[in-house]
């Protein structure tokens, strides 16, 4: 069937299975090499194999909870969308979450993804207790802090080569309510975003949406957005009978590809501006409900298709903290000269030791491009911009970059490519971004 990531871009034809069950998964690897598949929120072709990718939709049930703990154990199928719907009316929330609720824990662990508290928490990994991993001889191996730790490290992060995930234990934080305490910070300029997340290090969650085609004393204008989960306390009286419930929201969704000329620089930066006039008149304190705050555009069902027929692609990367300001300077200068660009997002990233994870301590900015040759070119010019200021691309995000970009930015590949040719996993699981990175 037709496959794609998440950015629609690059799309494959691929052989899909969906196996049932642990023989099922390795009959397939006796077949040949595969890669397991979540739930295809990753942008590029992470997740796909065209020989065999295996969709993990039939590893979807919840096995145990412990209320003492919050450890919560699952198949690696089950969705993120689900584990809050069950879990918030008991009072526990996903201790981290991407931007989106429609991921797999398998997709979570293997991208090891970070949230709008990457800065005090760290990533998904931190709060992983134990991986049951598939592995290239076909053997099922526990893996955690206590047992198999070379492997539990190199799985969480590892993009699904080391094996397949099919169960894991994590824990899930206890919260009073559904509510977000949010305090939106306009700032005016790139310095003015920095040091509102510098002084805000005590904040759980934040995260600033930046206009990426601002220019001169209005480069890097941004709105920079605290959160707190919210007491009992924090909620009006109307609510406090119902803490963890939220008013329903009407789904919208985009019906068709969107034109590509509809997206230009003219119409981004109106919507731009009006978009950071409208946040800073509602700067300061409001309540908002947690699926608004960490995933609203969840709530536009097929959002990726308003980046029209040839999909998009995102950029990310991640600066170390000395070098962050230069290079985020000379990435947004390069993106609003070119007059490309829409949605901007930049985030402070705490400290990360890991052996493949994207993190580290700094600054990680988003961009995202709709799929054309002048956009391709700017991206590369992107890569080596993030290049020459010592920083790294997230691998969940990526769909273009070359197997030299990757090596340049990432001293620890030539490590995970041995451990893969020593632990045989290079000849049993192969994604196309990984043929293509040569990992
Ligand atoms: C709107 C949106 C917002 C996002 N925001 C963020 C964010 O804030 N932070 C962040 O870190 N990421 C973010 N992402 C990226 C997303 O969280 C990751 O790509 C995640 O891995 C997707 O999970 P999935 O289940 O869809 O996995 P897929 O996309 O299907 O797969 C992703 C990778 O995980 C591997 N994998 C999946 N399941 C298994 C398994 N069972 N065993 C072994 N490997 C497996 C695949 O091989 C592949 O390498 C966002 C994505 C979207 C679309």
Redesign the pocket.
């Known amino acids: 069937m037709r496959l794609e990531?998440?950015g629609r871009f690059p799309r494959y034809d691929a052989r899909v299975s969906a196996p049932r069950s642990e023989k099922d998964i390795r009959d397939h690897l006796a077949a040949g090499t595969v890669?397991?598949?979540?739930?295809?929120?990753?942008?590029g072709d992470?997740?796909i194999n065209t020989g065999n990718t295996l969709s993990?939709r039939h590893?979807n049930r919840m096995l145990a909870f412990d209320p003492e703990t919050g450890q919560l154990t699952v198949e690696?199928?089950v969705l993120l969308a689900d584990v809050i719907k069950a879990f918030l009316p008991r009072g526990r929330f996903p201790s981290v979450?991407?931007?989106?609720k429609?991921?797999?824990?398998?997709?979570?662990?293997?991208?090891?993804?970070?949230?709008?508290n990457h800065h005090k928490h760290g990533?998904?990994g931190s709060f992983v207790d134990w991986i049951d991993?598939l592995g290239a001889d076909g053997e099922i191996e526990r893996c955690s802090r206590n047992e198999r730790l070379d492997l539990f490290e190199w799985?969480v992060g590892?993009?699904?080569?080391?094996?397949?995930?099919?169960r894991a234990a994590f824990r899930l934080r206890p919260v009073a309510t559904g509510w977000i305490k949010q305090n939106m910070i306009p700032a005016p300029d790139l310095d003015a975003a920095m040091e509102a997340f510098e002084k805000a290090q005590d904040a759980t969650y934040s995260v600033a949406w930046i206009d990426c085609l601002s220019t001169g004393s209005a480069l890097g204008r941004s709105l920079v957005m605290l959160g707190e989960h919210a007491e009992l306390i924090d909620l009006p009286a109307d609510k406090r009978s119902a803490p963890y419930t939220i008013p329903n929201k009407r789904k919208r969704s985009v019906p068709f590809d969107v034109p590509s000329f509809a997206l230009n620089s003219m119409t981004v930066r109106a919507f731009n501006a009006l978009y950071y006039r409208n946040g800073a008149r509602n700067a300061g304190d409001s309540l908002v409900d947690w699926d608004s705050y960490f995933y609203p555009?969840?709530a536009i069902l097929g959002w990726?298709r308003i980046y029209g027929r040839k999909g998009f692609a995102q950029f990310q990367c991640a600066l170390p903290l000395n070098s962050s300001k230069a290079g985020l300077q000379e990435l947004l200068r390069a993106t609003s000269k070119a007059g490309q660009g829409f949605l901007g997002v930049l985030k402070r990233f705490g400290a990360q030791d890991s052996r493949f994870s994207?993190p580290m301590e700094g600054y990680t900015l988003t961009l995202d491009f709709p799929i054309n040759r002048k956009t391709l070119a700017l991206m590369d010019q992107l890569d080596r911009i993030t290049i020459e200021h010592g920083g790294r691309f997230?691998?969940?995000?990526d769909s273009r970059m070359t197997a030299e970009t990757l090596r340049q930015s990432d001293s620890r590949t030539q490590k995970f490519v041995q451990m893969r040719d020593a632990s045989g996993s290079r000849t049993r699981f192969a994604?196309e971004?990984s043929k293509r990175l040569e990992l």
């Open positions: 990531g998440w890669i397991a598949r979540g739930n295809g929120r990753a942008y992470s997740a993990m590893f690696a199928g979450t991407p931007g989106t429609f991921v797999t824990i398998g997709g979570m662990i293997a991208a090891d993804v970070h949230g709008k990533s998904f991993v799985t590892g993009m699904g080569l080391t094996g397949v995930i099919l555009l969840d990726n994207f997230y691998l969940a995000k994604s971004q």
